[in-house]
């Protein structure tokens, strides 16, 4: 009986090994591998648009104009008109130094003067009757011709008079200091109370014309056959934008080209270039560092995809392109690795001179998972969430 059991026991474990093994192998049919599930995709369309051509570079921001007030003459700076970092006009009064000396020097001057001239009134007089009496035989010519040599030196000594009467009205004029040019003044460099002179170091202040305002920049000598045949064609447009990525960045004021340098620095290579901006609300300040874009041209009615949508094989640049299913198929559409060829790529947009045409569409979110040939969904931006692109 036991050996009997064994025997049915050694059966039934048989059975159920053959179940498994039929079942693991599929009832003892063929099996067929699951398909991929479609790849949930973003698509655009290739359209045509006007594409700036931008030439970018680091600026720095300098005053359109920029004086340092110097006292002209030598004195006691008695009063100080003028608040730090306020604005001023052109002819506004800064500061005063004591005028009383140079007043002094002026009266002196003017006294000298009408001394002199009444000396060469009474010179001339006399040459006037030393030559009539000559005429008349009363005296003789040597008379005549040293009153009018002293009344000549007369003539000269009014002449030094006003020479020296001007000098002092200036000096005395440069005691009241007023601002050059209109602009917004620095820190004060020296306190009213200070004996001030011409070659006082730093100046009494500093002024900043802001409004406009300047960006100098520099860009490869490779360029300038571009900057030219934009300064020929008019204004050449210029953006200065915060530091940081150009498709991001805030634009903080919007100029013109102002100037091109004369000559390429042989040393570096490039070409140094001044814009200037009208800065409304002072968003560049001298001395920052701005990101610069020059707009060198316009590619008129291009075929355009945005950046994203541009990707990078052994082959080159190419684009997954929507290959949709056929008219009254339920299939979904596929893709297919479309090689393209770029004239020029912008944060905003990517010119395509070869390989697509407009109205055609091009995956531009999902593509990480994307091969040639796979199946696409394509759904509504925000639906198309995937952990890579």
Do not use: C
Request: aromatic share 4%; net charge positive.
């Amino acid at each position: 009986m036991a050996r009997t059991g064994r025997i049915i026991g050694i059966g039934i474990v048989a059975v159920l090994g053959g179940v498994v093994a039929w079942r693991l192998i599929g009832g003892g049919g063929t099996t067929r591998p699951a398909a991929a599930p479609p790849v949930l995709v973003e698509t655009t369309a290739a359209r045509i648009a006007d594409v700036p051509v931008y030439l970018d570079a680091l600026g720095t921001v300098v005053p359109y104009r920029t004086v340092t007030v110097q006292p002209m003459v030598t004195g006691p700076l008695l009063k100080v008109l003028f608040h730090q970092g306020e604005d001023v006009t052109a002819g506004e009064p800064l500061a005063e130094i004591d005028p009383a000396p140079y007043q002094a020097a002026l009266a002196l001057a003017e006294a000298k003067l009408a001394q002199d001239q009444a000396s060469l009134a009474n010179a001339e007089f006399q040459a006037r009757q030393y030559a009539s009496l000559v005429k008349q035989n009363y005296t003789s010519k040597q008379q005549a011709a040293t009153a009018a040599a002293t009344a000549a030196e007369d003539r000269a000594l009014v002449r030094q008079d006003q020479a020296a009467i001007r000098t002092d009205r200036i000096n005395l004029a440069y005691t009241d200091i007023r601002a050059p040019i209109a602009g917004r003044t620095g820190i004060l460099q020296i306190d009213a109370g200070n004996i001030v002179s011409p070659n006082l170091t730093g100046g009494i202040v500093t002024i900043n014309t802001l409004q406009p305002i300047s960006v100098q920049f520099s860009l490869p000598q490779q360029d300038l056959p571009q900057i030219q045949a934009a300064s020929r064609a008019g204004k050449v447009p210029v953006l200065a934008t915060a530091q940081g990525d150009p498709a991001t960045a805030t634009v903080l004021d919007q100029g013109v080209l102002a100037v091109l340098d004369n000559a390429v620095n042989a040393s570096t290579g490039t070409l140094t270039l001044k814009a200037t901006f009208p800065n409304p609300r002072h968003d560049l300040w001298p001395g920052a560092f701005v990101d610069i874009r020059l707009r060198a041209r316009i590619i008129k009615a291009a075929v355009t995809v945005p950046p994203v949508a541009l990707q990078q094989g052994p082959q080159g640049s190419f684009v997954y392109l929507v290959q949709p299913a056929a008219a009254g198929s339920k299939a979904l559409p596929k893709v297919t690795m479309q090689p393209v060829t770029i004239g020029y790529q912008s944060p905003d947009a990517a010119v395509i001179t070869q390989g697509l045409s407009v109205g055609q569409q091009v995956v531009t979110e999902g593509t990480a998972r994307l091969t040639d040939g796979a199946t696409i969904r394509i759904v509504a931006p925000q639906a198309a969430a995937s952990p890579a692109k």
